[in-house]
């Protein structure tokens, strides 16, 4: 329970002290900010390998213990939709705001994504839950960096994208015989995580609602 | 207890009071420069002491903890003393900001904490250590050398967030306490044994930021209703006029 609680002070918090120190520095374009946080990302996943890797002898981590969680997809794409212009980097971009808050949902099915036996300090579950945290501000930082609107049509190409992951996922376990049984609880996870898509839609659209007013409410006050 | 931690307490505090009193009465229409001697003079103090310190207690035990090391949460304001006591920079504000909140901080968990231990040359000198980062942070904010800025509680956080992480690592790569941030020798222990070291250590930093937020959000907000009421002041005398 307190890990739940400390998962979700995490997740909320990452964004609301960086945002706010976006408020106080007030940058020219989000660009930067985006590969910055990017670089991050994946370094932090890189540090939760290295650090799983560095509890076992001669570093040879069990394939049980590999941790090959949905957020190391995101890790990948969100360098496609931060430096890939085409259409395809779009569609990254928006994949990965719909899918912000699956790693999340991943933790809480299944918490053997950051824990170890050898781990005392806690050290991969903080790794973890901040990469969580990360995720959700990078997606925050692409909707306020967005000009185009996401069309419902992206919302299929999530539900393919984890779908796409449930395939890796189940390969995975099956082919490294981890100990996770693919019972109603996966099945359970997985639609979760296909819903959440929806879920993080309309909040988006509500969001983008309310932004676009304060945006026209301000044009009309210069043009007044 | 009153020889161990009431006297020498009383001790501290009164000469926080006559510091602060004195330099903010001496100083008070002298130039940046000159209102800066104090500290200055409090700076080397701090420096002589720890370098002491570290040959005594070598000499005294024969081996040297790792929390003695002068990295630990307390000596951290004695960095900040030369970013804006020799020559103002970009950095002296940011500097004087993190020796006016940690030093509190610091003060209060130096209190919450000293009850336990037995008088010594060591004591004497922690106590004479906390009191100057006090004098010094009270002395800022008494002769306006720092004025508290709303924008001003990020970079204290940034400071106390690096520090954290510094400590953190050191902690871990070293394998001792090197602070109060250290897995084992904790203040905060029971607290790590429930969420776990590194947890522990994230929501710290959660609750750094509040912290920061909340102090120069409250002071921010009483300085806006002071103006508020100086200009209604203000306006009542041009009106009565």
Redesign the interface.
Known sequence: MIDVLCLFLIVIFVPIIVLVGIKIYNPNSYKKLLVAFAITMLGIELLRFFVNASFYESAIVPSNDLKLSFVTFLCVIVFFGIFNKSKFGETCKNIFILTSLNPIIVALFNSKVYLSPFDNYGLIKALYFLECGFVVLLAILFVLDKKEEIKPLQMLYSIIFVLGYAVVNFMANYFWKTDIKFNWLWFLQMSVLIISTTFVYLIYYLLRKWLLKDKTNKVKNIDE | MFLNYILPLIVSFIFVFLFVFFCTKIYKNQPYEKKLKPIKIIFYSLVVLEIWKIFYLIAQNGQFEPLRYPLVFCSLVMYAYPLFCFKKNKFSNVAMAFCVLPSFIVFLMFVAVQWQYEMSIIQAHSYYYHAAMMAVSIYLMTSKLYVFKI?DF?SV??CLFGYVVFAVGLS?FIGGDISIFG?NKSFIKFFYD??????G???LI?VI?LFC?GIYGIIELCSRKKEKYKDCENLKEKTND
């Open positions: 924008k990020y956080f940034l871990l897995p429930k969420v776990g070291y590194a947890i250590n994230l929501i959660i930021f937020f």
